[in-house]
């Protein structure tokens, strides 16, 4: 059985800081592209950031220079930071695990930025 399990989520504030986990189980986690996707109220799901099985790296505009993916393949878990978070990242971040056949969503966590 597949499951994706993201944590960390919490309410900040605006300026503030979080790191995001996703732990994964029953997949070769190493042969995925791993992803996080983000869902504001009233808005569709949007694309913030990915890593590929090997390693690399890209990011939303909206999110460059203050977000970073990394991977942990020993512990089969991929991390967001989170940093200089702003009000309008409010949403609640899903983790999603990538190959050319599969697709595997988590039940995702809450990301409040608020003062």
């Known amino acids: 059985q597949v499951q994706l399990v993201e944590s960390g989520g919490d309410l900040v504030q605006p300026g503030g800081s979080l790191r995001l986990s996703c732990a994964a189980s029953?997949?070769?986690?190493?042969?995925?592209?791993m992803c996080w996707y983000r869902q504001a109220p009233g808005k569709q799901r949007e694309w913030v950031a990915i890593?590929?099985?090997?390693?690399?790296?890209n990011y939303a505009d909206s999110v460059k220079g203050r977000f970073t993916i990394s991977r942990d393949n020993a512990k089969s878990t991929v991390y967001l930071q989170m940093s200089s978070l702003k009000p309008e990242d409010t949403a609640v971040y899903y983790c999603?695990?990538?190959?050319?056949?599969?697709?595997?969503w988590g039940q995702g966590t809450q990301v409040t930025v608020s003062s």
């Open positions: 999603n695990a990538n190959s050319l056949v599969k697709n595997y």
């Open positions: 029953g997949i070769f986690f190493n042969m995925y592209d």
């Open positions: 890593i590929t099985s090997s390693g690399g790296t």
